[in-house]
C-alpha cells in the first residue's frame, strides 16, 4: 500500500548504443510519459551529433526536457541536473503524466531516484581556488596525495589525474571533517521516495560493440568533426566541462594537432566501449533494477515494451 502512496517513476537506462532513444518513446506513448534526459551532454545546444541527441522528429510529440538548455560553456554537475530534473518532474506530475528518465549517466540517475542529498556539499571558493592552484604548481599527483592521507577509500575510487573531483573530495573532508565516500556510502543507503520501476537494457557485450563502433562511424559521416570545429569557433576548449565529453575531447584533441584523425577515431572507438563497460559495472551494483537483455526477447521491441508494461503494472504504477 505505502507504494500506491509514492508517485510513480520510470527509469530507462542501459550503456551507450544499446538503443534507449527509441524505446523511450514507445514507452512513453504508451503510458503516458513525459521524458527527462539523463544525460550529461544532451543538455548542450549545438552539441547534437557527438551526444546522439534525439532529433525534434523523433520525439513524436513526447515533451522533452533537459535536452537543449545549456550553452556549451555552462557549467553542468550533478547537484544542477538534480534540481533541473526534480524541477521538470513537478511540471510532468501537475500535468498528470509520468516521470521517465532515459540516458546512461547512472550517478545521476541515483541522484534522483535517491533524492541523494547534496547539501553539505556546497563550494567553497577560497578553499577550492587554493587546490587549484597547488595542482598547477605540483601536478595533479601531490593533490592525489593529500586525499589519500584524509578519504583513502576515494583516493582509489578517483584517478589522480580527474583533478576536478580530487578537488570536490578534498574541499568536502576540509568542509566537513568526515570523508566524502562516507558520505556516500550513506547516501547510497537511502531509500527511494518514488514508486519505482527501473530498467537497465542490455545486449551481448561482442553486438553492443559492434553497435558502438558502428555508430562512432555514422557519427563522423553526419558531420561530427564539422560540429566540433563549430563549437571550437564559437571559443569553446579542452578545458570546458561540456568538451570532456565522448567524442568531443577526441575530435578537439585531433582539430588542436594533437593527434590525426584516424587516432582521435581509434581512441573514441575505445573509450566509449570502456565507457559502456563502466555502464554496465555501476548499474549492477544498483538495488531495485530489472534487467532487460534484448536477445531474450528476440531483439523486438514490441515484445520488449509489452515486458516493461507488465512490470509498471505490477509494480502499480499504471
Known amino acids: 500500500m505505502e507504494e500506491t502512496m509514492k508517485k510513480p517513476l520510470i527509469v530507462l537506462t542501459g550503456p551507450t548504443a544499446v538503443g534507449k532513444t527509441k524505446l523511450s518513446i514507445s514507452l512513453a506513448k504508451a503510458v503516458g510519459g513525459e521524458i527527462i534526459s539523463a544525460d550529461s551532454m544532451q543538455i548542450y545546444k549545438y552539441m547534437d551529433i557527438g551526444s546522439a541527441k534525439i532529433k525534434p522528429e523523433e520525439m513524436q510529440g513526447v515533451p522533452h526536457y533537459l535536452v537543449d538548455e545549456l550553452m556549451p ?33 547512472g550517478f545521476y540517475i541515483q541522484a534522483v531516484t535517491r533524492d541523494i542529498d547534496f547539501t553539505e556539499a556546497i563550494q567553497e571558493d577560497g578553499y577550492r581556488k587554493e587546490l587549484e592552484a597547488l595542482a598547477e604548481e605540483r601536478g595533479p599527483e601531490y593533490l592525489h596525495q593529500m586525499l589519500r592521507e584524509v578519504d583513502p577509500k576515494s583516493a582509489q575510487e578517483i584517478h589522480a589525474n580527474n583533478v576536478k573531483r580530487v578537488i570536490r573530495a578534498l574541499e568536502f573532508y576540509h568542509q566537513n571533517k568526515t570523508p566524502i565516500s562516507s558520505h556516500n556510502e550513506e547516501q547510497k543507503e537511502r531509500k527511494s521516495p518514488y514508486n519505482l520501476a527501473y530498467f537497465v537494457l542490455n545486449a551481448p557485450r561482442e553486438l553492443l560493440y559492434e553497435r558502438i563502433d558502428r555508430r562512432v562511424d555514422e557519427m ?38 594533437e593527434n590525426p584523425l584516424e587516432e582521435a577515431v581509434r581512441i573514441l572507438k575505445r573509450d566509449t566501449r570502456h565507457f559502456a563497460k563502466r555502464q554496465l559495472t555501476w548499474f549492477r551494483r544498483e538495488p531495485e533494477v530489472t534487467w532487460v537483455n534484448k536477445d531474450e526477447f528476440g531483439y523486438e521491441d514490441e515484445k520488449i515494451l509489452e515486458y516493461m508494461l507488465d512490470v509498471c503494472h505490477i509494480k502499480g504504477i499504471l
Open 73 to 105: 560553456d555552462e557549467e553542468f554537475h550533478i547537484v544542477r541536473f538534480q534540481q533541473m530534473a526534480k524541477a521538470a518532474m513537478e511540471k510532468i506530475y501537475s500535468h498528470g503524466h509520468i516521470p521517465i528518465l532515459v540516458g546512461g549517466t
Open 220 to 257: 563522423l559521416a553526419d558531420g561530427l568533426v564539422k560540429e566540433v570545429e563549430g563549437l571550437k569557433a564559437m571559443g569553446c576548449h579542452q578545458g570546458m566541462v561540456s568538451m570532456q565529453g565522448l567524442g568531443y575531447k577526441e575530435i578537439l584533441a585531433y582539430l588542436d594537432g
